[in-house]
C-alpha cells in the first residue's frame, strides 16, 4: 500500500513468519504484534524498531527465492490478482484492499488488518489517540488562525512531470476535514468527484495551487527540476502564499499515503507549521536556496 517494499515480520513468540508486501501493510501490522524483531528504514516517519527487517526486493521484483527460502506463515498485501495464485502456493494469502481506492478511507485498511490478527481494540485505542490528537489541534488551529483554506501539492522529478494537488477526497484531504480545514475554492470548483484524488496542475495554472497555506510535497529529485522550474517561474511569485511566505516543504514519503503512522506525522507538520511559527525557519531557508 505505502510503498513499493515487501518486507518480512517475525512473530517470535509464536514462531509465526509474517510476509507483508507493502510498507503499509507492514505498518498496520506493526501496531498489533509485540516482543519481534520488528523494523525498518523504509519510511523515515516510521517507529525505530523497524530497521532491521529484511527486504525481498520491490512489488515488481519479489524475490521469490528468498520469500520460500524462509518459509512464511502468512503472506499479507495488496497486489493484483495473477500474483494471488503465486503466492498461495508458498503460504496462505491475504489480498488486503488499498486504502488509495477512491471513496475508502485509511482507517477501513486500518481496521481490516486488525481484525485479520484480532487485535481490534488496539485499532481502536489507535484511532481514538489519533482522533484526540485532531480535536486538539483543531482547537490550536481555531484559537489561534481562525479559518483557514490549506493547499496541498506534490512534485516530481524531471521537468516534463506536472504537480498536482490533493483533493478533498485524498488522504490528505481526508485530515484536513477532521480538522475543519478547507480547500480553496478553485480547487473545489474541479473536484466534484469523489474518485479524483488529484488533479495535475500546469504552471499556467499555478494559480490553482494559491491559498492561505501551501504544503509542498518533493519527491527525490524534483527540488532540481519540476519545483525549480515553477519556483522561478513570475507566476508562481505573483501567489499570494509564496508572498505571505506561507509554502512549507513536507515529506511525501508520508503525505501521500494513507495510514496510521502517516496521519500521526501529519498532524505534527501542521502543529509545527500552523501553531508553531518558531519552526517554520527551516522551510523558508530551503525556499530562498532554490
Same mark, same amino acid.
Given at each position: 500500500?505505502?510503498?513499493?517494499?515487501?518486507?518480512?515480520?517475525?512473530?517470535?513468540?509464536?514462531?509465526?513468519?509474517?510476509?507483508?508486501?507493502?510498507?503499509?501493510?507492514?505498518?498496520?501490522?506493526?501496531?498489533?504484534?509485540?516482543?519481534?524483531?520488528?523494523?525498518?528504514?523504509?519510511?523515515?516517519?516510521?517507529?525505530?524498531?523497524?530497521?532491521?527487517?529484511?527486504?525481498?526486493?520491490?512489488?515488481?521484483?519479489?524475490?521469490?527465492?528468498?520469500?520460500?527460502?524462509?518459509?512464511?506463515?502468512?503472506?499479507?498485501?495488496?497486489?493484483?490478482?495473477? %500474483?494471488? *495464485? !503465486?503466492?498461495?502456493?508458498?503460504? @496462505?494469502?491475504?489480498?488486503?484492499?488499498?486504502?488509495?481506492?477512491? =471513496?475508502? &478511507?485509511?482507517?477501513?485498511?486500518?481496521?481490516?488488518?486488525?481484525?485479520?490478527?484480532?487485535?481490534?481494540?488496539?485499532?481502536?485505542?489507535?484511532?481514538?489517540?489519533?482522533?484526540?490528537?485532531?480535536?486538539?489541534?483543531?482547537?490550536?488551529?481555531?484559537?489561534?488562525?481562525?479559518?483557514?483554506?490549506?493547499?496541498?501539492?506534490?512534485?516530481?522529478?524531471?521537468?516534463?512531470?506536472?504537480?498536482?494537488?490533493?483533493?478533498?477526497?485524498?488522504?490528505?484531504?481526508?485530515? %484536513?476535514? *477532521? !480538522?475543519?480545514?478547507?480547500?480553496? @475554492?478553485?480547487?473545489?470548483?474541479?473536484?466534484?468527484?469523489?474518485? =479524483?484524488? &488529484?488533479?495535475?496542475?500546469?504552471?499556467?495554472?499555478?494559480?490553482?495551487?494559491?491559498?492561505?497555506?501551501?504544503?509542498?510535497?518533493?519527491?527525490?529529485?524534483?527540488?532540481?527540476?519540476?519545483?525549480?522550474?515553477?519556483?522561478?517561474?513570475?507566476?508562481?511569485?505573483?501567489?499570494?502564499?509564496?508572498?505571505?511566505?506561507?509554502?512549507?516543504?513536507?515529506?511525501?514519503?508520508?503525505?501521500?499515503?494513507?495510514?496510521?503512522?502517516?496521519?500521526?506525522?501529519?498532524?505534527?507538520?501542521?502543529?509545527?507549521?500552523?501553531?508553531?511559527?518558531?519552526?517554520?525557519?527551516?522551510?523558508?531557508?530551503?525556499?530562498? =536556496?532554490?
Amino acid at each position: 500500500l505505502l510503498g513499493d517494499v515487501a518486507l518480512y515480520i517475525s512473530r517470535c513468540n509464536y514462531s509465526f513468519i509474517l510476509a507483508c508486501l507493502t510498507n503499509l501493510c507492514l505498518i498496520y501490522f506493526f501496531n498489533f504484534i509485540y516482543n519481534c524483531i520488528l523494523e525498518m528504514s523504509k519510511g523515515r516517519y516510521l517507529p525505530k524498531d523497524v530497521e532491521n527487517i529484511p527486504s525481498l526486493g520491490k512489488i515488481g521484483q519479489i524475490n521469490l527465492e528468498k520469500m520460500v527460502q524462509l518459509h512464511p506463515d502468512l503472506i499479507v498485501g495488496v497486489f493484483y490478482s495473477p %500474483f494471488y *495464485e !503465486l503466492f498461495s502456493k508458498i503460504a @496462505p494469502t491475504i489480498k488486503i484492499e488499498d486504502s488509495y481506492e477512491p =471513496r475508502r &478511507s485509511w482507517k477501513d485498511s486500518f481496521h481490516e488488518a486488525a481484525s485479520l490478527l484480532d487485535k481490534t481494540q488496539q485499532a481502536e485505542r489507535a484511532i481514538a489517540h489519533y482522533q484526540q490528537r485532531v480535536k486538539i489541534l483543531q482547537q490550536a488551529i481555531e484559537h489561534k488562525i481562525g479559518k483557514l483554506e490549506v493547499s496541498v501539492s506534490r512534485f516530481s522529478a524531471g521537468i516534463q512531470n506536472l504537480p498536482i494537488f490533493y483533493t478533498i477526497f485524498s488522504f490528505s484531504g481526508e485530515i %484536513f476535514q *477532521e !480538522l475543519g480545514l478547507s480547500a480553496p @475554492p478553485q480547487q473545489l470548483a474541479l473536484t466534484f468527484n469523489p474518485d =479524483r484524488e &488529484s488533479v495535475s496542475v500546469s504552471l499556467e495554472r499555478v494559480d490553482l495551487l494559491d491559498a492561505d497555506v501551501l504544503f509542498a510535497m518533493l519527491d527525490p529529485g524534483s527540488e532540481d527540476t519540476s519545483f525549480k522550474q515553477y519556483l522561478k517561474s513570475p507566476l508562481w511569485q505573483k501567489l499570494n502564499v509564496v508572498q505571505n511566505e506561507r509554502v512549507y516543504i513536507v515529506d511525501s514519503d508520508y503525505w501521500a499515503f494513507g495510514n496510521i503512522f502517516a496521519a500521526n506525522a501529519i498532524l505534527d507538520d501542521l502543529f509545527k507549521y500552523l501553531v508553531q511559527e518558531e519552526n517554520i525557519n527551516d522551510t523558508k531557508e530551503s525556499l530562498n =536556496r532554490n
